[in-house]
């Protein structure tokens, strides 16, 4: 049984810092890209940052580039979001989730966690 668990979000003043892990079970994690959505209330799901499976290479999103860090840690099977200078705009539910095509689009993913709620207050 596949399981992707993300850790617990949070309120954060604008301005701060998060991080975000997600720990995954039941699947080969080094075969797997790893991607970030989120979803604001009343949006869609978005696009956040995606890692390919050795780390190598990352993606962003073009709101988030240069303030999240996507990295992964294949001897935890865990992914991670680091997430600086947050704005009230990040503002969503997260979602991590794991591809064997990866990519910027929610197709690319097989599977997904439950979400994390994450709110920035201005």
């Known amino acids: 049984q596949v399981q992707l668990v993300e850790s617990r979000g949070g309120l954060v003043q604008a301005g701060g810092s998060l991080r975000l892990s997600c720990a995954t079970s039941?699947?080969?994690?080094?075969?797997?890209?790893m991607g970030w959505f989120r979803q604001a209330p009343g949006k869609e799901r978005e696009f956040v940052a995606t890692?390919?499976?050795?780390?190598?290479?990352?993606y962003y999103a073009d709101s988030v580039k240069g303030r999240f860090t996507i990295s992964r840690d294949n001897a935890k099977n865990t992914v991670y979001l680091q997430m600086n200078s947050l704005k009230p705009e990040d503002t969503a539910v997260y979602y991590c989730?794991?591809?064997?095509?990866?990519?910027?689009?929610?197709?690319?993913?097989?599977?997904w966690g439950q979400g994390t709620q994450v709110t920035v207050s201005s």
């Open positions: 890692i390919n499976w050795s780390g190598s290479s990352s």
């Open positions: 039941g699947l080969a994690f080094r075969a797997y890209a």
């Open positions: 989730a794991a591809g064997v095509r990866g990519g910027s689009y929610s197709p690319g993913y097989n599977y």
